[in-house]
C-alpha cells in the first residue's frame, strides 16, 4: 500500500505544472475500506469487504466547472489534462471563487476498537443476534431488515492554491429495522440506528436499544388512524431535528437560494424569520457526529453556523462558488459522498437549540394535541413540507394518551417557524444520511429538542 507522506507528495507534484493553465484546479484521492453485513429475514442477505483507491479531477476556467475521475494514479497526469481542457470549452464567464488561505494538515482519527482488527465472522454472528432479537420479539413481527456497516478512509486533497490536505474518517454503523403485520392487515414499521465515528465498542451490548425497533413496531398496530384537522403538535427532538433539516436546512443551502429568485426574496439575511426563541445552528465542529470535519471537500475550515438567531435570519450554507458570488464567508460546506463525486453545497450536524422549556410544561395546557414521534418518510416542495411520524399519540387535558396512527404534518416552513410557541431544554443529536444531487446517503446528523406548534395540519387515513 501506498504510504501517506508519498501520496501526499506524488499528487503535489503532479499538480505543479498545471496550476496556472486555469483559474482553479484540485485534486481528490480517496483510499478506503469497508465491511458491510446485511440480514433479511432470517436470511443472511450480504456479506461484502472491499478496498478502493480512487479519486476526481476538478478544474474552473473563466466559471466553467469539470470533474473527471480516476481509479489509479497511472494516469492521473492524462485526467489533469481532460479537466483542464473541459474547463476551458465550457468556460465563458468570470470565475468568481471565495479566497481562502492554503492549509497544509494531516487530520487523524482517535480509535477506540477498532473494527479493522475485528474478523468477520464476529461482525457476522454480532449481528445475526440482534436480528434474531428482532425476529422473536413478537410473532407478529414479520420481517426485518438488519445491517452493519464499517468504512475507514484517507482522503488526500490537493488545490492550486497551495493546499495539501489529508483527513482520515472512520464511520461504524448498526441498522435495525422491523415489519409488523396486524389484525386486519394493518402494516407499521420500526427502526433504529447506532452510529460512531471511532468505535465498533458502540454496538456491543446494545440488546435494549435493537429491540426497541420492534417495540414501536408492534405498539403502532393497536393505534387508530389519528382524525384529520389542525392541531398544537408537539415534535420529539429526533422528528424537530429531521424538520430543521429537511423543510428549512435545504432553503439555507446558498446554491439554492442563487439560482431561485423567489427563495432570494424570501430569505434576505438579516430578516426575522421566526419567534425570537429559535436558533438554529449548523455545526461540523461537533466532536464525533456522522457530520463532523475539520475540513470540507474544498479545504475550508469547518465552522459553527448559526442559520437563525434569535428567530432573525443570519447565515447560508456556502460552497467557495456560491459565497463569492454573494459576495459572502465560505462556511465550510462543500461536501461530496466520495472523491468519484465533485463537491456541492451540503449540511453537516444541523438542529435547534435548546430553550428552557420541560416537555411536562410543554403539553400541560394542551386540551387536544398531537404528539408525534420520529420520522416515517416526507417530502419538501420549496417552503411546502409533508412529513409523517412514525408514532403518534393523542394529548388530551395536557397529559398523553392513546396511540394514534397515520399522522402526517404539511404546512409551509415560514408560517410554521412562526407557529413555534415552545422549545424544549433537551436537544439531542440523531445520525441520518442526506441525499442531494445523486449523492446519497451523505452522513449527517439532526438534532433538536422538544417542540411545540400551533396550527398544523394533522392528516390521517
Same mark, same amino acid.
Given at each position: ?42 436470511? /443472511? $442477505?450480504?456479506?461484502? #469487504?472491499?478496498?478502493?483507491? =480512487?479519486? &476526481?479531477?476538478?478544474?474552473?476556467? %473563466?466559471? +466553467? ?104 474518517? /472512520? $464511520?461504524?454503523?448498526? #441498522?435495525?429495522?422491523?415489519? =409488523?403485520? &396486524?389484525?386486519?392487515?394493518?402494516? %407499521?414499521? +420500526? ?105 470540507? $471537500? ?164
Amino acid at each position: 500500500m501506498v504510504t501517506s507522506l508519498s501520496l501526499q507528495d506524488r499528487l503535489l507534484e503532479t499538480i505543479a505544472p498545471y496550476r496556472q493553465q486555469v483559474d482553479y484546479l484540485e485534486i481528490r484521492l480517496e483510499q478506503s475500506e469497508s465491511t458491510s453485513i446485511g440480514y433479511r429475514g432470517k436470511q /443472511l $442477505d450480504a456479506v461484502d #469487504r472491499s478496498f478502493a483507491l =480512487a479519486g &476526481g479531477v476538478r478544474a474552473c476556467h %473563466r466559471g +466553467g466547472w469539470s470533474f473527471v475521475t480516476f481509479n489509479g494514479l497511472a494516469d492521473l497526469q492524462q485526467r489533469i489534462e481532460e479537466a483542464i481542457a473541459q474547463a476551458k470549452i465550457v468556460g465563458k464567464e468570470t470565475t468568481e471563487l471565495a479566497e481562502i488561505a492554503p492549509i497544509q494538515d494531516y487530520v487523524d482519527v482517535e480509535l477506540g476498537r477498532d473494527p479493522r482488527g475485528i474478523a468477520l465472522d464476529t461482525k457476522r454472528a454480532l449481528i445475526e443476534q440482534y436480528n434474531q432479537i428482532l425476529l422473536e420479539f413478537d410473532p407478529r413481527i414479520q420481517t426485518t431488515m438488519t445491517g452493519y456497516s464499517d468504512r475507514f478512509s484517507t482522503t488526500y486533497f490537493v488545490n492550486s492554491l497551495g493546499s495539501c490536505i489529508a483527513q482520515e474518517r /472512520l $464511520d461504524v454503523s448498526g #441498522r435495525f429495522g422491523v415489519i =409488523a403485520r &396486524g389484525e386486519g392487515g394493518v402494516v %407499521r414499521q +420500526g427502526f433504529e440506528s447506532i452510529h460512531s465515528r471511532s468505535d465498533y465498542g458502540v454496538l456491543e451490548g446494545v440488546e435494549g436499544q435493537v429491540r426497541s425497533a420492534a417495540e414501536r413496531a408492534v405498539r403502532q398496530l393497536d393505534a387508530k388512524p389519528v382524525k384529520g384537522g389542525q392541531y398544537t403538535v408537539v415534535l420529539d427532538p429526533y422528528l424537530s431535528g429531521v424538520f430543521i433539516h429537511e423543510a428549512f436546512g435545504h432553503l439555507s443551502e446558498a446554491d439554492f437560494v442563487y439560482e431561485n429568485p423567489r427563495m432570494q426574496e424570501l430569505l434576505v439575511l438579516g430578516k426575522p424569520i421566526a419567534i425570537p426563541q429559535l436558533n438554529v445552528v449548523d455545526d461540523a465542529t461537533m466532536p464525533g457526529l456522522p457530520g463532523s470535519l475539520k475540513y470540507d $471537500d474544498e479545504g475550508v475550515p469547518a465552522q459553527r453556523k448559526y442559520l437563525i438567531k434569535d428567530g432573525i435570519l443570519t447565515q447560508r450554507l456556502h460552497n467557495r462558488e456560491t459565497a463569492g458570488k454573494l459576495h459572502e464567508e465560505p462556511t465550510g460546506n462543500a461536501r461530496a459522498l466520495s472523491a468519484l463525486y465533485p463537491p456541492i453545497v451540503r449540511m453537516t450536524n444541523t438542529g435547534i437549540e435548546s430553550g428552557d422549556c420541560k416537555f411536562e410544561d410543554m403539553i400541560r395546557d394542551v386540551e387536544e394535541g398531537v404528539y408525534a414521534v420520529r420520522m416515517l418518510g416526507g417530502q419538501t416542495n420549496g417552503e411546502m413540507f409533508t412529513f409523517a411520524a412514525a408514532e403518534g399519540y393523542m394529548i388530551r387535558n395536557g397529559q398523553l394518551a392513546e396511540p394514534v396512527s397515520d399522522v402526517t404534518l404539511s404546512g409551509n416552513v415560514f408560517q410554521t417557524l412562526k407557529d413555534i410557541d415552545a422549545i424544549g431544554d433537551d436537544s439531542v443529536y440523531k445520525n441520518g444520511g442526506c441525499g442531494k444531487g445523486g449523492q446519497s446517503p451523505l452522513p449527517v446528523s439532526v438534532g433538536g429538542p422538544h417542540v411545540r406548534i400551533n396550527n398544523v395540519v394533522v392528516g390521517g387515513r
